[in-house]
């Protein structure tokens, strides 16, 4: 295939040539090249797995590269020379997932707890001096709160902008920073992000250089000026002052033409087609209370797909983790049917699971999964019975099925027995929704199963699910993507204030009106039948 490669040659502020990694036997990165223009948003993509993760951590200093040339600011580093203060000096900041903010800490104190505290007189920090610079900060990036506001208080892309306005707050007029955005939107729902992306876009056509990692086809072609696209850790397309197709960038992505087209235009859901065997209601939630939840009712039923969306805080999350049993509940009943015996509404999560429930949940890496462990080992974590044998483990067995998961569900791994921590994180994803299934469950729940999946992956992780509810099993899935949950699920219920407070199905499930819901006071005149009871 070809590439469009055509690096830029002026105003560039870093560039990455030739760099190399490799982990034991995988090689995370094979020679990449990357060049940011300044005044840019550049895009960096690739599938799960491509090196994104490692050539961040690379400019972070968090990894050492095993080759390479990075050149910023007028310096230029081989990889055994560079560090994480030669990249801080130079003007890299970064802006992580995890946006690093005390939530209980006022927006002041968690400029000042990266600057240091302004002291006044006699060495006494001096509030009114503190409040004056980050009242000036907050103005500048439009954020609209006032430097004693409580992190917690702030919305989600308020609190992005909060952490980018600080990792940048030292900017000086005659040193471009580069800012660097690891999937900034990620946990974002589609109005949220596309606040966040705006204000990007506007610091960047103030001069602000941006540097972003991020799965979201859509947001990153509206707001990218350049496209770097990695394969297997090689830079595979190098796109500058563009305007590709989402196709075209998978088709980089993927390295074939007629895969991206399957991907951009996936076959159309079969829909509530497994009405057949729809019917028996599976989860049965009556006045559910705890944590944000104030008493929440809600059904599924057999071979249904029943989405969950709401406000962070909202109780989603709550919600799924009372239903498996890991939070006791304050009041309420969870009632779940299967033809395995799966407790009364306080039950624990061993009995849950005995009867048939499974949980994906969002922070796969540490809740969901043994770090430390292998791959084979996690995916046998919730089957291991099946292969103790008189003698021992049938481990060459366990290997066997190990490795037929991996292939079918496109798990990138060097093999079945590299630690889990080793893949990458939407290779991790896959791998634990690889795990539950196989447990063949009647009840799934999914929390964000799309979260730093890539474009491809999505497609088969939704197909995946489909299938799932079509052998009969219920799935109740919570997103903050309200896309995702038009295309998968056969309605939509919308928490707020602990409670449900909309359903959508059918031809009025579309994301505008999740979104209005999602914010507004409204509710819907009243459930809207289950397809199964049309
Ligand atoms: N610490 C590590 N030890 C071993 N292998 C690693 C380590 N970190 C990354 N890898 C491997 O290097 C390769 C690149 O991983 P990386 O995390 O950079 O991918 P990525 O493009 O960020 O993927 P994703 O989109 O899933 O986050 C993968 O095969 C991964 O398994």
Redesign the pocket.
Known sequence: MSTTARPPTTDVVLRITGMTKR??A?L?LDGADLALRHGTVHALI?G????????IKVLAGVHRADAGRIEMAGSAWSAAEYDARAGRAAGLRFVHQDLGLFPELSIAENFALDAGYPRGLAGRVSWTALHRRVAGLLDNYEIGASPATPVAALRPAQRTLVAIARALQDQESDRHLVLVLDEPTATLPQHESRLLLDAVRRRADAGQTVLMVS?RMPEVLSVSDDFTV?RD?RTVASLVAARPTEAELVAHMTGSADAARAVVRPQPASGPAADAGRGDVVLDVAGLAGGPLRGVDLQVRRGEIVGLTGLVGSGRTSLLKTVFGEHAPAGGNVRIASDRPAGDAAASVPARIAGGVAYVPEDRGGEAAFADLTVRDNLSATVVGRYWRPWGMAVRRERADAGALIRSHAI???STE?PF???????QQKAVLARWLRREPALLLLDEPTQ?V?VMSRADIYRIVRETAERGCAVLVASSDQLELCGLCDRVLVLRDGRVAAELSGAALTADRLTALTQSTETTAGPVPAPGDR
């Open positions: 982990f034991g995988t995370a690739g799960n797995g491509c090196g994104k993760s490692t050539t799965h990695f850790g990138k791994a060097s590299v921590a080793a893949l990458s994180g939407g290779n730093g890539d």
